[in-house]
């Protein structure tokens, strides 16, 4: 059975490109009479807000899509994120970071031909290399991130790959993201280590998104070897962009459905709009 799911942050009214990832993901899983689930990803607190997710449960039913219940929030998924952590603890693999971003853009000036991943430079590992004592005594006192030994991670785990539906089968390369943040000392979980804790927790077996984040499935396929979680496939999508060929801002107030619902726009006109086909 498909089971699919459409993963939104209530840190903003969900615009065009939130309603062609939702029909996406719905329109997949219903075509095979498989699952659409709605997945609350709420991990930013201070951005977060009450109205926001009312919002979109509000804007979801006015396209009709049908949730299951009870919805998924990751707020209250916070034992499973550290049991995940202390796991990858205990195989060598996460080390403490005490650097700010404005030290690792110096340190990645000073690098020079720093090496570069899908989001701009990446992290030059300043704080892999200190001691356990050293990390002990700053952690007592500093703010920290948790990352993730990237190399190790891919000598634990060898060759990797996922299935892309339509291009087939993708070689992982593991050190895409370098050594990606896991967790901070303020919030028990990044995206990276979240979404494939969650995704495997609610059975998924199709991830259905948006194509800027088709690099991330690399390290997310790591992520998942390494925990023994199952490999969903994965289906990126067209991204919907606006007049300026930019996507779509939950800052753009005139282009959220909860304004287009305001001039009496129609489900059925927005699947027009967004070259869906009516269900």
Same mark, same amino acid.
């Given at each position: ?57 509000? !804007? ?6 049908? &949730? +299951?219940?009870?919805? @998924? $929030?990751?707020? /209250?998924?916070? *034992? %499973? ?51 356990? !004592? ?6 007592? &006192? +500093?703010?920290?991130? @948790? $990352?993730?030994? /990237?190399?190790? *991670? %891919? ?65 997310? $396929? ?58």
């Amino acid at each position: 059975m498909i089971v699919t799911r459409f993963a939104p942050s209530p840190t903003g009214f969900l615009h065009l490109g939130h309603a062609f990832a939702a029909l996406t993901a719905h329109d997949a899983a219903h075509e095979a009479g498989g699952r659409f689930l709605l997945r609350i990803e709420d991990l930013d607190q201070a951005r977060a807000r009450p109205e926001f997710e009312t919002a979109i449960f509000e !804007d979801l039913t006015w396209l009709g899509l049908e &949730r +299951e219940e009870p919805v @998924l $929030r990751q707020s /209250a998924r916070g *034992a %499973a994120y550290p049991a995940a952590l202390k796991r990858l603890n205990g195989m060598g693999l996460v080390y403490p970071c005490f650097c700010t971003r404005k030290e690792i853009t110096e340190e990645v000036a000073r690098a020079g031909e720093a090496p570069h991943g899908p989001e701009g430079p990446l992290y030059p590992g300043t704080c892999r290399a200190l001691s356990k !004592d050293e990390r002990t005594e700053r952690m007592k &006192r +500093e703010p920290y991130a @948790l $990352r993730l030994d /990237a190399a190790k *991670a %891919a000598v634990q785990t060898g060759a990797l790959s996922f299935e892309e539906r339509g291009r087939g089968t993708i070689d992982v390369n593991p050190l895409l993201f370098g050594d990606i943040v896991l967790a901070r000392k303020d919030m028990p979980s990044a995206y990276h280590l979240a979404v494939v804790i969650d995704d495997a927790y609610q059975d998924v077996t199709l991830v259905t998104r948006g194509d800027d984040l088709f690099a991330a499935t690399h390290v997310q $396929r790591l992520l998942q070897a390494l925990l023994d979680l199952p490999a969903p496939a994965y289906a990126h999508h067209r991204l919907i962009l606006d007049e300026n060929g930019k996507k779509f801002s939950k800052r753009d107030r005139a282009a959220t459905l909860r304004a287009m619902r305001e001039t009496g726009i129609t489900p059925e006109q927005i699947r027009v709009r967004l070259n869906l086909t009516s269900r």
